[in-house]
């Protein structure tokens, strides 16, 4: 079946470096791809939706000059957190989905744990 | 804007007992969503629910739809230990048939007891 994978799965950063996550669909080509955060505890939140070959779409209250969005091959996107700070450590979650997709699940990845120290 | 409403949330419940956990949301989608969450792990499909009316069963879990209603149910049926987990429902506006994000609700914490 079709499956995303995320990486890295874990990292740890120093308050002001930037981090880069990557998300890739391993067997279909994803148009789209979403880009989720999670607190401890709390439910998944909506940051952006990467589109292949244009810009993100960021949700309100999303900075996008702090969380970079690239997606620029139908296979991978990129979210780069710069200059990280403690408060941007969370759980960050990618999933995939094409135009088709009506019916199937969209598919998560594995999950990026960042801690800013 | 869309909010997704998740009840209870938290439950805690002995094997072998049944129950159910509601979804509801306030605007019209075309599609449903159940996932399972557990510690430090990401989300794991469960159904995908897109008419009204619609029910899937998979081993012990049970998930219907009304959308009239705005109203998504997932039942567990004289649970087990291995189901205990956090039970996300999420919704995704109206798209056409274009991918969008999800509407997650706020998950349903669920311990299982022997």
């Known amino acids: 079946g079709a499956v995303v994978s995320q990486h890295p799965s874990r990292v740890i950063c120093k308050s002001g470096t930037s981090v880069k996550i990557e998300c890739r669909s391993l067997d279909f080509q994803a148009t789209t791809m979403f880009w989720y955060r999670q607190f401890p505890k709390q439910s998944l939140m909506l940051m952006a939706t990467s589109n292949e070959g244009s810009k993100a779409t960021y949700e309100q209250g999303v900075e996008k000059d702090k969380f970079l969005i690239n997606h620029a091959s139908l296979t991978l996107s990129t979210l780069t957190v710069t200059s990280a700070h403690p408060e941007d450590s969370s759980f960050y979650i990618c999933?995939?989905?094409?135009?088709?997709?009506?019916?199937?699940?969209?598919?998560f990845g594995n999950g990026t744990r960042l801690t800013v120290t | 804007e869309l909010k997704v409403e998740q009840n209870p949330l938290f439950l805690s419940m002995q094997e072998g007992k049944n129950y159910t956990i509601y979804c509801n949301y306030s605007t019209t989608s075309d599609r449903l969503y159940w996932y399972r969450q557990d510690p430090g792990k990401s989300l794991e499909s469960l159904f995908v629910?897109?008419?009204?009316?619609a029910v899937k069963q998979e081993g012990r879990l049970m998930a219907s739809l009304d959308t009239k209603a705005r109203l998504s149910t997932l039942h567990i049926t004289a649970a087990v230990h291995d189901l205990s987990a956090t039970y996300f429902c999420a919704v995704v506006s109206y798209s056409g048939g274009g991918a969008d994000g999800l509407t997650f609700g706020k998950g349903t914490h669920l311990i299982i007891q022997p």
């Open positions: 999933s995939a989905g094409t135009p088709h997709s009506y019916n199937s699940p969209l598919h």
């Open positions: 629910l897109l008419s009204n009316g």
